[in-house]
């Protein structure tokens, strides 16, 4: 199963999609997308920059404006986050040397509290 951990490359950014996928094509400016999502132009740009992340709202409003889902760009976003998690994590945390610095904290069978 492919996970944020065993991917070799960053997920496209959900502003990489929109604008290459959605505006581009669509011959839609930023500035336009704003006027039809009701947001400062600042806000669309940003996320397209990569500088700020797609919120529940902006997901709405943007899967209104594009005939798309929310879910859609929630999940675009949530797949960057999750591998940019996983990265900064496993270069902050060295690697133990076997199982014995590992804990599993599942119970097991026939344990107690």
Same mark, same amino acid.
């Given at each position: 199963? %492919?996970t944020t951990?065993? &991917?070799?490359?960053?997920?496209?950014?959900?502003?990489?999609?929109l604008?290459?996928?959605?505006?581009?094509?669509?011959?839609?400016?930023?500035?336009?997308?704003?006027? /039809? &999502?009701?947001?400062p132009i600042q /806000?669309?740009?940003?996320v397209?920059?990569? /500088?700020?992340?797609?919120t529940?709202?902006?997901?709405?409003?943007?899967s209104?404006?594009?005939?798309?889902?929310?879910?859609l760009? %929630?999940?675009?976003q949530?797949?960057?986050d999750?591998?940019?998690?996983?990265?900064?994590l496993?270069r902050?945390?060295?690697?133990?040397?076997?199982r014995s610095?590992? /804990?599993?904290?599942?119970?097991?069978?026939?344990?107690?509290?």
């Amino acid at each position: 199963m %492919l996970t944020t951990a065993t &991917m070799k490359r960053r997920p496209t950014p959900p502003g990489e999609m929109l604008l290459e996928e959605f505006l581009r094509p669509a011959g839609i400016t930023q500035v336009e997308l704003a006027a /039809r &999502m009701g947001v400062p132009i600042q /806000r669309v740009n940003s996320v397209i920059a990569g /500088r700020r992340a797609v919120t529940a709202e902006t997901a709405i409003l943007l899967s209104r404006a594009l005939g798309t889902t929310a879910a859609l760009w %929630l999940n675009l976003q949530i797949a960057v986050d999750l591998w940019d998690a996983e990265h900064r994590l496993a270069r902050s945390r060295p690697r133990s040397k076997g199982r014995s610095g590992s /804990r599993n904290l599942a119970p097991t069978r026939g344990s107690t509290g």
